[in-house]
């Protein structure tokens, strides 16, 4: 059991909602990140208190926007104190063959994925340095090593988040703040639901696995290199693919 606060970024999603109860119930302080149709915070809050994981903070958080990022590090940490695990998940997809992408799905996609990365972190890095102890836990994609027909800018923004975490690895080791990568392969939530049946049906078929991955896999993954006992595993990928990508 943890008493520490994680925080996770677009945590009231498929792969978040799932990871926000795992850690609740590890005993963890969990505060989240949302963006999209305000209200539904409070529904989600609500199902998760009735479900048996109360205390869940939410807070409304546009991860592209510097100005917004910067309130929600006074934010939580006026609710919480500091912040001593980090998990950047906010992400989105605009799959489109290069040929056909435009520069708007480009822009979405490097921005959301990878400087929401930068403009998280900045605000909870330095209390885990003063404090000599911190877990970050970036959220990349099978698809960043592997690439991904009709996935330049999602594929370049997920490798983008995994050079991210080697570099800042290195910066912090010795504060006792340890950076690494999770790679999800495909988790069956809305994000590959919405892939066209029969392309995602040729992706499923060819995971060694035979299946798509549970949010929970995930989760699981996330406890264990955010545990406290995990401080000589930094600058590492974590790959949780069903064996779709082995380097
Ligand atoms: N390799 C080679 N050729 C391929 C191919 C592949 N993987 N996929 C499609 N093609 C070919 C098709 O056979 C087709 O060929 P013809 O023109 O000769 O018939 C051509 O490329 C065009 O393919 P589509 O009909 O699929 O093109 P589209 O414009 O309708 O759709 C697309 C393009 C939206 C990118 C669609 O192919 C697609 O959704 N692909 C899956 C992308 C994907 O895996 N996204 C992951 C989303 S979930 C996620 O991102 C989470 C995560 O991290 C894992
Ligand atoms: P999801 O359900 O769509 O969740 C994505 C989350 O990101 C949502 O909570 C969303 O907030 C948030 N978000 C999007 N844009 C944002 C912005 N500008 N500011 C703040 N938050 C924003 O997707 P998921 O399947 O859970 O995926 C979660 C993460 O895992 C993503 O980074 C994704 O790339 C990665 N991943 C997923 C898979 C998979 O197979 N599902 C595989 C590999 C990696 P709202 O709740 O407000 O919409």
């Known amino acids: 059991m943890s008493n520490k606060t994680v925080l996770i970024t677009g945590g009231m999603g498929g792969i978040g909602t799932d990871m926000c109860r795992y850690l609740h119930k590890q005993g963890y302080k969990v ?4 963006v999209h149709d305000s209200g539904r915070e409070k529904r989600w809050k609500d199902t998760q208190e009735q479900e048996g994981y109360p205390g869940i903070e939410v807070f409304h958080c546009d991860v592209v926007n510097w100005d917004a990022c910067e309130k929600l590090g006074k934010a939580v940490a006026e609710k919480f104190g500091p912040v001593e695990c980090l998990v950047n998940m906010a992400g989105i997809t605009r799959d489109a ?4 992408m435009t520069p708007q799905q480009w822009q979405e996609v490097i921005d959301t994925n990878l400087t929401s990365v930068f403009n998280v972190t900045k605000q909870f890095i330095g209390p885990m340095i003063e404090n000599g102890y911190g877990r970050i836990v970036n959220i990349s994609s099978v698809n960043a090593a592997k690439g991904q027909f009709g996935q330049t ?3 370049a923004a997920k490798s983008g ?3 991210f975490t080697k570099s800042l690895a290195q910066e912090v080791v010795r504060k006792g703040v340890t950076v690494n990568t999770v790679s ?3 988790i ?3 994000l590959v639901m919405k892939i066209r049946e029969d392309v995602r049906e040729k992706i499923r078929s060819s995971i060694p696995v035979q299946r798509f991955g549970e949010a929970s896999e995930i989760a699981r993954t996330v ?3 955010i545990d406290e006992n995990a401080g000589y595993i930094t600058g590492a990928e974590f790959a949780v693919n069903g064996g779709l990508h082995m380097h």
Do not use: D, R, W
Not at 31 to 34: F, N
Not at 97 to 100: C, E, H, I
């Open 184 to 186: 999800p392969g495909y």
């Open 161 to 163: 988040m995994h050079g």
């Open 188 to 190: 069956s939530t809305e």
């Open 153 to 155: 800018n999602y594929s």
């Open 223 to 225: 406890a264990f290199l």
């Open 97 to 100: 063959v290069f040929t056909k």
């Open 31 to 34: 505060a989240t990140t949302y």
